[in-house]
């Protein structure tokens, strides 16, 4: 079993900055795709963005040059650098971790981007 455990949400005003870092433990076999996705009230949870083992990268329309998903493999950590933020960013974002072919949802970190 694998446990994930994020930090870094809460509330910024337009126009500012958060970095959200999701650190997987436990039974560990081997991690391959990192992701990070969001949900906004009312809607599905969408890809915002993604990072394969090989180095791969990709992210949502929504969030392109604004976020940047990173990984410390030593660390089993994944991150979302998160600047320019704009009110249509506010959603719960959860990390999903695949080991081997096991996906693994964190318990969701509220970003709220408000004046």
């Known amino acids: 079993q694998v446990q994930l455990v994020e930090s870094g949400g809460g509330l910024v005003q337009p126009g500012g900055s958060l970095r959200l870092s999701c650190a997987a433990s436990?039974?560990?076999?081997?991690?391959?795709?990192m992701a990070w996705y969001r949900q906004a009230p009312g809607k599905e949870r969408e890809l915002v963005a993604r990072?394969?083992?090989?180095?791969?990268?990709n992210y949502a329309d929504s969030v392109k040059g604004r976020f940047t998903i990173s990984r410390d493999s030593a660390k089993n950590t994944v991150y979302l650098q998160m600047n320019s933020l704009k009110p249509e960013d506010t959603a719960v974002y959860y990390c999903k971790v695949q080991d081997v072919t096991i996906n693994y949802w964190g318990q969701g970190t509220q970003v709220t981007v408000s004046s």
């Open positions: 436990g039974r560990i076999r081997m991690i391959n795709t």
């Open positions: 990072n394969t083992r090989g180095g791969n990268t």
